[in-house]
């Protein structure tokens, strides 16, 4: 299948004629072909964006919010087949596109939608001086969005849907490794009415179609997920055009357990938050430190569980661990579990490639367990983002907290413990953008999302992505 363009409302081949191949990578196959779009197609869609601009930011919010839930109505009615559309372009288990990935694309239209109507702007009498100053908060006009591959549409939706539903147009580009819902998106916001030219999803490789976007001048902000050295790159292109930039990064994330927590409760969460999506989810814990006391007993437990998840195509329910998404990224995942000794690890489980019967030439990886001693390691200091987890143990919460932050990453953290005043104490002190305490990956669209250190710029969520998105300008009057 040969995916298109979506420019001014219409499904369009690029300019150039260049396609790059789309893989199926439970079975390591190409199954269609994507526009690998140049800077005129970027030009086309810009175009487009900056003349559905003023009718769509004087657009009333009722009606915008409208359009936006209308969007979110056609995701969750086309959920099947977006959830399977997802699985078969990423490799996850459908289970999972199905429970989380699609209804969560849904949600993030629904969210903004609403959000929306409830989002206002400030006033300040200033007393004594006669004068009342009040906030304009206006949306910016023409915005990129970028994503990566591990949640497609979750990841570029959570992007769209606050650009949008404020009242920017939008010029996006999904990643091309997974670039296929984006693409369905596109049709539905077709058949939602979504005026034309509102978004346009240009779809390319980063150096060429993702470099377009960035370096336009007509667009104002760059709302980018992606790898920590993309987004370097990024802000080295943006910055100087004074743009506004959201970058959201790479994680090196610890998962810190406590003796005194509810060791059933974090056990099964801790195989969650390692292997969840083939450890290809920048939230996963990819660093389990636990506490001297239960070390011993943690190891033997969680490898017990780790052994019974399903290895498998990824369209069977009863999957656990799919395929990881490229050929390349799993070569890249490989070398460290080969090299794993050489950094001072040691293989407990897993590390090894699977080949699942009727999919031979699929990229599928046992889930891995690597002991390690020592945090400066680059098993604990470089980003794997695949089924891979490094175990240590801890003796102290001195130590444990020190050993959270080393590390050039800020994303996240999830404590368990029950004691209140050692939550407290790591709540204030992990140097990351999110801490979990006694659970993971609870979201709630409210809250400002992102992270600290290399792990990006700015939040998304909420009114924070609401305020992204728009200018702030205050009007002073005097009477
Ligand atoms: P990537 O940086 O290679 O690519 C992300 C997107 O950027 C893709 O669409 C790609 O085409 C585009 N791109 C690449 N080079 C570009 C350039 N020069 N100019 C403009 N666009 C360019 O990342 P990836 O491999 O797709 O995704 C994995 C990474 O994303 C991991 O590091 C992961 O931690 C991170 N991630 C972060 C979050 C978060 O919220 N912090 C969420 C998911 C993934």
Redesign the pocket.
């Known amino acids: 299948m040969k995916i298109k363009n979506y420019i001014n409302g219409k499904f369009e081949d690029p300019i150039h004629g260049a396609y790059i191949n789309n893989y199926i990578p439970s079975k390591g196959e190409i199954y269609g072909q994507i526009p690998n779009s140049s800077k005129e197609d970027v030009e086309k869609a810009v175009q487009a964006a900056e003349k559905a601009f003023p009718i769509w930011s004087n657009t009333t919010l009722e009606e915008r919010s409208k359009i936006v839930l209308k969007i979110a109505d056609l995701i969750l009615e086309k959920l099947d087949f977006l959830a399977a559309a997802e699985s078969k372009d990423n490799g996850k288990p459908i289970s999972l596109a199905k429970t989380v990935d699609i209804p969560r694309a849904a949600s993030n239209f629904r969210f903004f939608a609403n959000a929306i109507t409830q989002f206002a702007s400030e006033s300040h009498e200033s007393v004594g001086l006669n004068a009342v100053n009040f906030t304009l908060r206006q949306p910016l006009g023409v915005v990129g969005c970028?994503?990566?591959?591990?949640?497609p549409l979750y990841?570029f939706t959570w992007k769209i849907a606050p650009a949008i539903a404020v009242g920017n147009c939008v010029v996006a580009?999904?990643?091309?490794?997974t670039p296929m819902t984006a693409f369905l998106l596109s049709e539905i916001c077709d058949e939602a009415g979504l005026p034309k030219g509102v978004l346009n999803i240009v779809h390319g490789?980063?150096?060429s179609?993702?470099?377009a976007?960035?370096a336009h001048p007509k667009i104002k902000a760059i709302s980018?997920?992606?790898?920590?050295?993309?987004?370097a790159?990024?802000a080295r292109i943006a910055a100087p055009m004074f743009k506004k930039l959201s970058l959201?990064?790479?994680?090196k994330n610890p998962n810190i357990i406590f003796a005194d927590c509810d060791y059933e409760n974090m056990l099964a969460t801790t195989v969650r938050s390692s292997f969840a999506n083939q450890g290809q989810?920048?939230l996963c814990g990819s660093r389990i430190l636990v506490e001297e006391k239960i070390y011993e007993q943690f190891k033997k437990d969680f490898t017990k569980k780790v052994a019974n998840l399903k290895v498998g195509n990824p369209s069977d329910s009863t999957t656990n661990i799919g395929a990881l998404v490229s050929k390349q990224h799993l070569e890249k995942v490989k070398s460290y579990i080969d090299n794993a000794e050489e950094y001072g690890g040691k293989i407990l489980f897993g590390g090894k490639e699977v080949h699942v019967k009727n999919y031979e030439n699929g990229y599928y990886l046992q889930p891995t367990i690597i002991e390690v001693s020592d945090n400066n390691c680059k098993l604990n200091q470089e980003?794997i983002?695949g089924p891979v987890v490094t175990i240590m143990s801890f003796k102290t919460d001195e130590e444990a907290l020190q050993l959270a932050n080393d590390v050039k990453y800020g994303?996240s953290a999830t404590l368990w413990t029950n004691n209140l005043n050692r939550t407290m104490q790591f709540s204030k002190q992990l140097q990351t953008g999110i801490v979990w305490v006694n659970t993971w990956m609870l979201r709630d669209l409210r809250t400002p999302?992102?992270?600290a250190k290399e792990?990006?710029v700015g939040r998304e969520g909420g009114f924070e992505a609401l305020r992204f998105f728009t200018e702030p300008k205050n009007i002073c009057i005097e009477y």
């Open positions: 970028i994503s990566p591959w591990n949640l990841l580009k999904p990643s091309e490794i490789l980063g150096i179609t993702g470099q976007i960035v980018f997920t992606g790898g920590t050295k993309t987004g790159h990024i959201e990064l790479g994680g989810i920048c980003e983002f994303l999302f992102g992270g792990s990006g």
